[in-house]
């Protein structure tokens, strides 16, 4: 299975302010069609998660554009540009180029 | 806009099986596509993917899970199944379904299975 290790585990933000989260997998998610399929998850609390981010940089329907991603290979990194009190949840990495799909452990963005 | 509703006991008893269904709305099963997922997420933890299902009932199921898990499909109800047999405290979790290609785009808002005795 492809391992998904998501850093920092906890980002205590402040409103208003940059926040970002990484992703490695422990191998490349290059699909042998040529794309990468790393997503985005964000999940409120008591909500079901919400796909922002997929194709590593394609923003979801509807997903504000202070949500960005970017990466290759590897490495991934989902980045906030200025951080709102609704942002407040756990992201999830997740690779869907190789079953068993996987999901990083989750990153809890707080505010300050 | 696709909407997926879980339906299912709250409770199971160990060694029992849970079976949930899920009921697609706003779009069609037999579309060919997208897969048709389960996911789970035990209480405070991250995200398991079960399996998923086409519409023609090819499946594919997580090595983890494969020898308990179970996953249909009934395209006249626009539904898709999960049943996991033998289970225990260790499957006690939130079971979302959902509609994944590349990427799993819609989910449902997900049920709380407990399994007690």
């Known amino acids: 299975d492809i391992v998904m290790t998501q850093t920092p585990l906890s980002s205590p933000v402040t409103l208003g302010q940059p926040a970002s989260i990484s992703c490695r997998s422990s191998q490349s998610l290059v699909h042998s069609d040529g794309n990468t399929y790393l997503s985005w998850l964000q999940q409120r609390p008591g909500q079901p998660p919400r796909l922002l981010i997929y194709?590593?940089?394609n923003r979801f329907s509807g997903v504000p554009d202070r949500f960005s991603g970017s990466g290759a290979g590897t490495d991934f990194t989902l980045k906030i540009s200025r951080v709102e009190a609704e942002d407040v949840g756990v992201y999830y990495c997740?690779?869907?180029?190789?079953?068993?799909?996987?999901f990083g452990q989750g990153t809890k963005l707080e505010i300050k | 806009q696709v909407q997926l509703q879980e339906s299912g006991p709250g409770l199971v008893k160990p060694s029992q099986t849970l079976s949930l269904t899920c009921t697609v709305s706003g779009g069609s099963i037999s579309s060919g596509d997208y897969y048709w997922s389960w996911i789970r997420q035990p209480p405070g933890k991250g995200l398991e993917w079960i399996g998923y299902i086409y519409y023609s009932g090819s499946t594919y199921y997580n090595p983890s899970l494969k020898s308990r898990v179970t996953i249909s499909v009934d395209t006249s109800k626009n539904q898709f199944s999960l049943k996991l047999s033998s289970v225990t405290a260790a499957d006690t979790a939130v079971y979302y379904c959902?509609?994944?290609?590349?990427?799993?785009?819609?989910w449902g808002q997900g049920t709380l299975v407990t399994v007690s005795s």
């Open positions: 959902a509609r994944m290609s590349t990427m799993v785009d819609y």
């Open positions: 194709k590593i940089s």
């Open positions: 997740m690779q869907a180029t190789q079953p068993p799909y996987t």
